[in-house]
């Protein structure tokens, strides 16, 4: 008798995962009709449907969750990066315009020509150095935001999300952005109705 109530509570349960797996295809494809007709073509109702099976736990909503987090973080501290490296370069300019202006005022007239030119080769050089320090920064910058990306469509492809896998084709990415923001609409529904997801 065990075996048969066993057997029973899985067909239930299949039949629940069905039921859910409809409800999560049926509300993607309602979503879908929302983004542009471009990638409206290029979302197959298999891909909807491999996307609704990877969805069907909440597992995935959990991880997009992380991710986007981590994003965050990623994002204030590269900019925090950024704004102390801007304000280093706002005192050193202070201090640059403060020491000329210093040495302007000890000098003597016949020698002011003189010390102006090579006040002006220094500040040439210190902004220079600045535009470099800026340029590098912000190198930094994108290469670390697109090893995030990279490590987002790794870990997505990782947990059998339709449509990630590590690429740099901007096509691909503005999919795969569609495609995570369906998931995070989906996930937005669920917090809304009080469920996991839709």
């Known amino acids: 008798m065990e075996r048969y109530t066993g ?11 069905q039921e859910r797996h409809y409800q999560l295809l049926s509300a993607l494809q309602g979503l879908v009709k929302e983004l542009p007709s ?9 891909t909807l449907s491999d996307l609704a099976l990877a969805l069907l736990d909440g597992t995935v909503f959990e991880i997009v ?13 590269l900019y925090n990066q950024r704004l102390r490296l801007q304000n280093e370069h706002r ?11 210093e040495a302007q005022q000890a000098c003597r007239p016949h020698n002011l020509p003189v010390l102006q030119a090579a006040q002006q ?16 920064m912000d190198q930094k910058i994108v ?10 469509q ?19 990415l503005t999919l795969q952005m569609n495609l995570l923001e369906l998931i995070r609409k989906l996930q937005q529904r669920g917090r809304q109705a ?3 997801a839709l």
């Open 7 to 17: 057997a029973f509570e899985e067909a239930v349960d299949g039949a629940r995962q």
């Open 38 to 46: 471009s990638f409206q073509q290029r979302l197959s109702y298999t």
């Open 65 to 77: 969750q992380g991710l986007l987090e981590i994003q965050h973080l990623t994002e204030k501290s």
């Open 91 to 101: 005192v050193l300019r202070q201090a640059l315009r403060q020491k000329h202006q």
């Open 121 to 136: 080769r220094e500040l040439e050089a210190v902004e220079h150095r600045i535009r470099e320090e800026q340029r590098a």
């Open 143 to 152: 290469l670390e935001l697109d090893r995030k990306v990279a490590d987002q």
């Open 154 to 172: 790794s870990t997505l492809e990782k947990a059998g999300v339709a449509g990630f896998y590590v690429t740099t084709n901007p096509q691909e």
């Open 194 to 196: 009080g469920k996991t």
